[in-house]
Nanobody, 125 residues
Framework: VQLQASGGGLVQAGDSLSLSCAASGRLSSSYVMGWFRQAPGREREFVAA??????????ADSVKGRFTISGSGDYTKSTVYLQMNILKPEDTAVYYC?????????????????WGQGTQVTVSS
């Protein structure tokens, strides 16, 4: 599975930004697509995830009400989006999209099978 993320950039606090991640390859009928982020000196942390087959989602408490994950796909390709509103300086990080072949939505990055290259999001105060 290959993942290609895009959409990062430099914005001011309060602005919005949208990220996208395109997955291709041999997906499954119950895959999960997730977004994680990693700030300098910190571990990779869960942001949001989506199980396209059921439309179920999960969000980190720090982004609830501000970020929205959406997307669709089939057995060979999928695109997931992360709409980020009311951005804060603490949202600054490299954002990674992850692919989990099957199972429930997981907030644990070690359970994801493939990763995109990461895209930088910088929010100035």
């Amino acid at each position: 599975v290959q993942l290609q993320a895009s959409g990062g950039g430099l914005v001011q606090a309060g602005d919005s930004l949208s990220l996208s991640c395109a997955a291709s390859g041999r997906l499954s009928s119950s895959y999960v697509m997730g977004w994680f982020r990693q700030a300098p000196g910190r571990e990779r942390e869960f942001v949001a995830a989506l199980k396209p087959r059921y439309g179920s989602t999960n969000y980190a408490d720090s982004v609830k009400g501000r970020f929205t994950i959406s997307g669709s796909g089939d057995y060979t390709k999928s695109t997931v989006y992360l709409q980020m509103n009311i951005l804060k300086p603490e949202d600054t990080a490299v954002y990674y999209c992850g692919f989990r072949l099957s199972g429930v939505i997981s907030t644990d990055s070690s359970t994801y099978n493939a990763w995109g290259q990461g895209t930088q999001v910088t929010v100035s105060s």
